[in-house]
């Protein structure tokens, strides 16, 4: 999960806030959001990334469950 480049904007659609954190789609989409963008990696705004950090955990602990670990 590396920093991002300056100028990047953020992969959510209709969001043009400046990216601070890239990940890859497949950690994206645990926490419930999508993008449309080409390639493996997406960008995240200060406030999409908050909003993924909390789906993210949502569902790690769905998973718990789901598992009963
Ligand atoms: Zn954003």
Do not use: F, P, Q
């Amino acid at each position: 999960m590396g920093k991002v480049k300056k100028g990047v904007k953020c992969s959510i659609n209709g969001c043009n806030n400046l990216a601070i954190k890239s990940l890859s789609k497949d950690e994206l989409s645990k926490g419930g959001l999508k993008v449309l963008s080409e390639g493996r990696r997406a960008y995240l705004c200060d406030t999409h990334y908050k909003l993924w950090k909390k789906g993210a955990k949502k569902s790690k602990e769905l998973e718990r469950i789901r598992y009963g670990l």
